[in-house]
């Protein structure tokens, strides 16, 4: 099965600081996504990017929260300023086409203190 | 409103039981997948059900759709213990701009050997 990467795995941060989280999508997919799930809580959407552009956003990304694909070939996520709030795993996941099977990345854990 | 709903929240059986869970959800969609998660890991895609198929099988599981009643259930036949995680449905809906899921909070499997 085709495999999305990120990385890191973990990171603990200051409140207040900036982090990037990175995912290495599927080749030849085109559409990206970036999901957090909360502990215990349910997955939930943030952003879709696709040509170079975000296409929509959910209300959990503010301005605090950046997208970009700087290389072609990874995905970013940036949070310029974190919360203790932002604590959570954070997943990249790209379809082939849009409408088809959403694959996952493993998540990058983050602990904001 | 809250799309994809599962019930039960937990469920535990013995291994070799077969294992039903549901899920119902609000707006008509696209699709819906299901998604199995161990503790604290990443996201593995299950089954990809479209809105005009009523059932699919993958191996020991069996997903239905009724979309007239707007829910799903996945069977997992069988149980092992390794079958032990959280199950998430997630929706494409119609309407959702860029096709991101919406996830439901899931039911936790227990599968006792």
């Known amino acids: 099965e085709p495999e999305v990467t990120q990385t890191p795995s973990h990171q603990v941060t200051q409140m207040g600081q900036e982090v990037i989280l990175r995912c290495v999508p599927i080749?030849?997919?085109?559409?990206f996504y970036w999901y957090r799930q909360i502990l215990g809580q349910k997955v939930e959407f943030l952003v879709s990017?696709?040509?170079?552009?975000?296409?929509?956003k959910s209300e959990i990304f503010d301005d605090q929260f950046s997208v970009e694909r700087p290389d072609g070939s990874n995905f970013t996520l940036k949070i310029r300023s974190t919360k203790l709030e932002d604590s959570a795993m954070y997943f990249c996941?790209?379809?082939?086409?849009?409408?088809?099977?959403?694959?996952f990345g493993p998540g990058t854990r983050l602990l904001v203190l | 409103s809250q799309q994809g709903e599962e019930d039960p929240q937990a469920l535990s059986i013995q291994e070799g039981e077969n294992a039903t869970m549901n899920c119902s959800y609000k707006t008509s969609i696209n699709n819906l997948q299901w998604y199995r998660q161990n503790s604290g890991r990443g996201l593995v895609h299950l089954i990809l059900i479209r809105s005009n198929e009523r059932e699919k099988h993958s191996g020991r599981l069996r997903v239905t759709l009724d979309t007239s009643k707007k829910s799903s259930s996945l069977l997992i036949t069988a149980s092992r213990a390794a079958d032990t995680a959280s199950y998430f449905c997630?929706?494409?809906?119609?309407?959702?701009?860029?096709?991101?899921?919406?996830f439901g909070k899931g039911t936790k499997l227990s599968v006792i050997p």
């Open positions: 997630a929706t494409d809906a119609v309407g959702a701009g860029s096709y991101q899921l919406t």
């Open positions: 996941a790209t379809p082939p086409t849009p409408r088809e099977t959403q694959y």
């Open positions: 990017f696709y040509n170079n552009e975000i296409s929509e």
């Open positions: 080749s030849n997919h085109l559409y």
